[in-house]
């Protein structure tokens, strides 16, 4: 019997995967298709990033640095409003090869990885759970003290468990065009309803295109989408489309499971952003879950939590100012915009001592 079972091999199954053999468990992990495919992420992540990652990995995959962000209430041609900082501020990543990355460090530490195993049933019983997978061989039934549902925004085990959905899930699409462009700046559009659209400048791997808005939405993204790069004026190609859940949950654990990652609602409410905390959540998990002992399930819903939740909060009152009317978004924008102190993942770094000394040394 395994100690845990992960479903998942995105960063947060990883992640968890490998920092939990390296605490001496015995863990099997099942991904459904090839790591890191399809692509539906941008990989524009806060430099944190690369505490996570193994060594070499920043030279593979870094494809560009970002200083700061070009805020409009309208089109390409509208005003802008940029936000920055002297450093750089965010990384532009390969997010295929960052899966991968992550991957080949958690077989290292010891995790057996299966690829083309997708996970359909999870069953509970008093002393372990029974995942079920198919894959090349066929279908076989895995056993495990406990299982970790690190399967993305639609989450299967989320829903073999009984456990509840994320609040609300987004419907992101992005494109890429060929140009180059190892631009200092991310544009941001708040012309998407509820949440934005944005340019992001790939260095040689070209520029993305994408916006995220409510499922059901007139017009829809994909409609949404092509008037905006209509608007550049550019063509984009490989299209590809993803959910981005927004929550959390108020539980992500169960008798002998628990969810991380996306499948947790653990993202950033402002901009969807997940991949970091969703690792963050996971190293939480390593440390706090003993398998052998049910109850330290409770220890990881506390320590993530106490970590996140303020920020995710914080997150929720910035995602609002997206849906303001756009002659009060124009006075915020033009209030706040120039050199900023903040963190990207953390909202609370928004009271933080050095960016209200940069607000007050611009008056
Ligand atoms: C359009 C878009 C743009 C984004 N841009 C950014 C960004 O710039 N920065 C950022 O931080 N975040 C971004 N995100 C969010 C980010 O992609 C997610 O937060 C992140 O991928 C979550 O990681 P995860 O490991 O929890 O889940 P995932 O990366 O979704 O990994 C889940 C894995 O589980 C596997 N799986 C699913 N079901 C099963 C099953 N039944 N059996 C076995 N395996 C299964 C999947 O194949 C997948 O490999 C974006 C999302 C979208 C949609």
């Given at each position: 019997?395994?100690?845990?079972?992960?479903?998942?091999?995105?960063?947060?199954?990883s992640?968890?995967s490998r920092r939990a053999?390296?605490?001496?468990?015995?863990v099997?992990?099942?991904?459904?298709g090839?790591?890191g495919?399809?692509?539906?992420?941008?990989g524009?992540v806060?430099?944190?990033?690369?505490?996570?990652?193994?060594e070499?990995?920043?030279?593979?995959l870094l494809?560009n640095?970002?200083?700061g962000?070009?805020?409009?209430?309208?089109?390409p041609?509208?005003?802008?409003?940029?936000?920055y900082k002297?450093?750089?501020?965010?990384?532009?990543?390969d997010?295929?090869?960052?899966?991968?990355r992550?991957?080949?460090?958690?077989?290292?530490?010891?995790?057996?990885?299966?690829?083309?195993?997708?996970v359909?049933?999870?069953e509970?019983r008093?002393?372990?759970?029974?995942?079920?997978?198919t894959?090349?061989?066929?279908?076989?039934?895995?056993?495990?003290r406990?299982?970790a549902?690190c399967?993305?925004?639609?989450?299967?085990?989320?829903?073999?468990?009984?456990?509840?959905?994320p609040?609300?899930?987004?419907?992101?699409?992005?494109?890429?065009?060929t140009d180059?462009?190892?631009g200092?700046?991310?544009?941001?559009?708040?012309t998407?309803?509820?949440?934005?659209?944005?340019?992001?400048?790939?260095g040689?791997?070209g520029?993305?295109?994408?916006?995220?808005?409510?499922p059901?939405?007139?017009?829809?993204?994909?409609?949404?989408?092509?008037?905006?790069?209509?608007?550049?004026?550019?063509?984009?190609?490989d299209?590809?489309?993803?959910?981005?859940?927004?929550?959390?949950a108020?539980?992500?654990?169960?008798?002998?499971?628990?969810?991380?990652?996306?499948?947790?609602?653990?993202?950033k409410?402002?901009?969807?952003?997940?991949?970091?905390?969703g690792?963050t959540?996971?190293d939480?998990?390593?440390?706090?879950?003993?398998?052998?002992r049910?109850?330290?399930?409770?220890?990881?819903?506390?320590?993530?939590?106490e970590?996140?939740?303020?920020?995710?909060?914080?997150?929720?009152?910035?995602?609002?100012a997206?849906?303001?009317?756009?002659?009060?978004?124009?006075?915020?924008?033009?209030a706040?915009?120039?050199?900023?102190?903040?963190?990207?993942d953390?909202?609370?770094?928004?009271?933080?001592?050095?960016?209200?000394?940069k607000?007050?040394?611009r008056?």
């Open positions: 019997m395994y100690d845990f079972v992960v479903v998942g091999a995105g960063p947060a199954g992640r968890f053999a390296e605490r001496g468990y015995d099997l992990a099942l991904e459904r090839s790591v495919e399809p692509l539906a992420c941008s524009h806060s430099t944190d990033i690369w505490e996570f990652t193994p070499g990995a920043r030279e593979e494809q640095e970002v200083f962000a070009r805020f409009h209430v309208g089109g041609a509208s005003d802008d409003y940029p936000f002297r450093e750089v501020i965010s990384n532009v990543i997010r295929v090869g960052l899966d991968r992550l991957a080949d460090a958690a077989r290292e530490a010891g995790v057996d990885l299966r690829e083309h195993h997708s359909s049933t999870v509970e008093p002393d372990r759970v029974a995942v079920t997978a894959g090349p061989d066929g279908t076989e039934t895995f056993e495990a406990m299982v549902g399967d993305g925004p639609v989450s299967r085990v989320r829903r073999e468990l009984g456990l509840p959905e609040g609300e899930k987004l419907q992101g699409v992005l494109g890429f065009s180059e462009d190892p200092d700046f991310v544009d941001v559009h708040l998407a309803p509820r949440f934005f659209a944005w340019r992001i400048p790939r040689e791997a520029v993305e295109y994408g916006l995220a808005a409510p059901g939405s007139e017009p829809p993204a994909r409609e949404l989408f092509e008037s905006f790069t209509d608007e550049y004026g550019t063509e984009t190609g299209f590809c489309a993803g959910m981005i859940p927004v929550g959390p108020e539980t992500v654990t169960s008798r002998r499971g628990l969810l991380i990652g996306d499948a947790a609602a653990q993202t409410p402002f901009t969807g952003g997940g991949i970091l905390y690792m959540a996971a939480h998990a390593a440390r706090e879950i003993d398998p052998e049910p109850s330290t399930l409770a220890d990881y819903e506390s320590a993530w939590r970590d996140l939740a303020t920020e995710i909060r914080l997150g929720h009152w910035i995602r609002r997206y849906s303001l009317p756009e002659p009060v978004q124009r006075v915020g924008l033009s706040f915009s120039g050199e900023i102190g903040v963190h990207m953390k909202p609370t770094s928004f009271f933080s001592t050095e960016h209200l000394s607000l007050l040394s008056s």
